[in-house]
């Protein structure tokens, strides 16, 4: 299946992969952070270094794109389905990813966007497109609504995919017509129609299963399924993987300052480097109590609290330090608040009179 669609694979991977070249491209015209997300008021409420914004999510997306075309061709009943269906899923990742970095990279250069009318268009032509082609969806554990009474019963299958299909076409014109309404109404509205669209063919089904049942034609039929031996070499795989992956994340990791003449640079695991001129900064402060903090974007771990963090006094700022080390130095560097420390008091001690000698 993949060298059938080989082309199309490589060509949706590259379009995907296509803000990170913008970004290099404009590299020296982007702030050093940018915004990344946006709260249910529709202002922003997260922020990423400019590095970590040009490449961390189109590379995400990437792997999610690879890993839903290998689970809708690999699992049983997957290479059978429609080849538009498979366009669809081939598709559906590289347009999030010109939708959302577009909007990240609209935002960096200064324009003002409401996030609200480009997701709920997005949103609502991918419930358009997918109910157009739902009821053409085979019985299948790899793509469509998949219930335990439809998975049974073929009958239940189409009933369920035929109802789901209209369901979805009327919601996505719902959703789309959402972004002309004030932001707030948008988002009340537009969650609400989720809602109903995810568990409007759910309902349907179980209602059509009793149905069925009470007619006496109610038959479970056999439905193809991952080779054992398959499932279990999945599971030796992908499990310790994933687990390998969150202990280093979680319990790994440093935070380390090099000074110059003119300027320190601090290099952190999971979070991209910051050099700071001497000159930039404003006032220093040694805190024994720390600076308590929400994390906005970053890494908040049982070894890191490193990335954009927010707080009653600050605001919004940025943080370089060891989650079980409380003293911390905070700097002012050309009005926005950085606070870093060592992994224990002597360090963060020594990071503070270093500094606090190179600027007097």
């Known amino acids: 299946m993949i060298k059938k669609n080989k082309w199309n694979l490589l060509f949706s991977s590259i379009v995907i992969l296509l803000p990170i070249l913008f970004g290099l491209i404009f590299w020296n015209k982007l702030p050093e952070e940018l915004t990344t997300h946006w709260g249910a008021d529709g202002q922003a409420d997260g922020w990423m270094t400019k590095s970590a914004t040009i490449f961390t999510l189109p590379l995400i997306l990437l792997a999610l794109h690879w890993l839903c075309f290998l689970l809708s061709t690999k699992l049983p009943g997957g290479n059978d389905q ?23 990279y609209a935002v960096a250069f200064g324009k003002e966007i409401n996030p609200v009318f480009f997701v709920f268009p997005l949103i609502g032509i991918l419930f358009i497109a997918i109910g157009n082609y739902l009821p053409k969806c085979k019985r299948n554990i790899a793509a469509g609504i998949k219930i335990k009474w439809a998975l049974q019963n073929e009958e239940n299958w189409y009933a369920t995919h035929r109802f789901g299909g209209k369901v979805y076409v009327i919601g996505g014109f719902f959703l789309l017509a959402c972004m002309f309404l004030p932001t707030a109404i948008a988002l009340w509205a537009g969650g609400i129609a989720l809602l109903v669209l995810i568990l409007t063919p759910v309902i349907y089904s179980y209602v059509y299963y009793k149905k069925q049942v009470k007619a006496g034609n109610y038959e479970v039929e056999p439905l193809p ?36 003449e003119t300027a320190f640079t601090i290099e952190a695991s999971f979070w991209s480097d910051l050099t700071v001129e001497y000159d930039a900064i404003e006032s220093i402060e040694y805190r024994e109590e720390g600076v308590p903090g929400t994390r906005a974007n970053g890494v908040g771990s049982a070894r890191l609290l490193v990335g954009i963090f927010q707080n ?12 079980g080390s409380k003293p911390c130095v905070v700097l002012n560097v050309d009005g926005k608040i950085l606070v870093i420390n060592g992994i224990d008091e002597s360090v963060t001690k020594t990071i503070y009179e270093t500094i606090q000698e190179k600027i007097k």
């Open 82 to 104: 429609n080849p538009k269906l498979l366009g669809i899923v081939l598709w559906i990742i590289p347009i999030i990813s010109l939708a959302a970095n577009g909007t990240i």
């Open 225 to 260: 399924c991952l080779n054992t031996k398959t499932a279990k070499i999945i599971s030796l795989v992908t499990v310790p993987i994933i687990l390998v992956l969150v202990a280093i994340i979680m319990f790994t990791g440093n935070v380390k300052v090099n000074y110059t």
């Open 312 to 323: 009653e006094e600050f605001g919004n700022y940025t943080r370089y330090t060891y989650t």
